[in-house]
C-alpha cells in the first residue's frame, strides 16, 4: 500500500496480519544562536535548520484514526512542536506490544532523529500532511 496520507498510514497498520503499535516522536525545528543571516533566512522559507524531539508517545492506531487526536492530546501537554516522526511496531500472536515494549524503540528513534536519521520515518507537519525531509 502506498501510503500519501495519514489516514492511508492509519489503514495501512489496521491492515497488517499482526496488530501494531504506533511510535510518534515530535519534534521542534529550531536554529542555533550563532546562526548566520543566511541560514536564519533560509529557516524563514522553512529550509534548514535543526529538528529537536521534545515529546515521544506510542498509540494504537484506533486510538489515533485522527490527526486532530494527536494534536489535541500534544496540545494538552503546553509543548510546542513542529514536526512528527511515526514509525509502527509489529506485535505477536495476536497481540499488539505494549508500551512498555515501546520504550526502546521510542529511545531509538529519537536518538536517530538527533543524528538526522530520518528515513527510515514517515513525516508529517502540523497539519498532518506528509512531508519529505532530507538531512
Avoid: H
Amino acid at each position: 500500500m502506498v501510503i500519501e496520507s495519514y489516514t492511508d498510514l492509519i489503514k495501512a497498520a489496521q491492515q497488517q496480519e499482526e496488530p501494531q503499535r504506533l511510535l510518534f516522536v515530535l519534534a521542534k525545528a529550531e536554529l542555533p544562536d550563532d546562526a548566520t543571516a543566511s541560514q536564519k533566512s533560509n529557516f524563514a522559507a522553512q529550509q534548514g535548520g535543526a529538528l529537536d524531539p521534545v515529546l515521544c508517545v506510542d498509540k494504537l492506531p484506533e486510538e489515533v484514526t485522527e490527526f486532530s487526536t494527536l494534536l489535541e492530546e500534544s496540545a494538552r501537554t503546553g509543548v510546542e512542536w513542529d514536526i512528527a516522526f511515526i514509525a509502527s511496531m509489529s506485535g505477536r500472536a495476536g497481540q499488539a506490544p505494549s508500551s512498555d515494549e515501546a520504550d526502546q524503540p521510542l529511545t531509538l528513534m529519537v536518538n536517530k532523529v538527533k543524528a538526522g536519521s530520518i528515513a527510515d520515518f514517515v513525516t508529517v507537519n502540523k497539519q498532518g500532511e506528509l512531508i519529505q525531509l532530507f538531512a
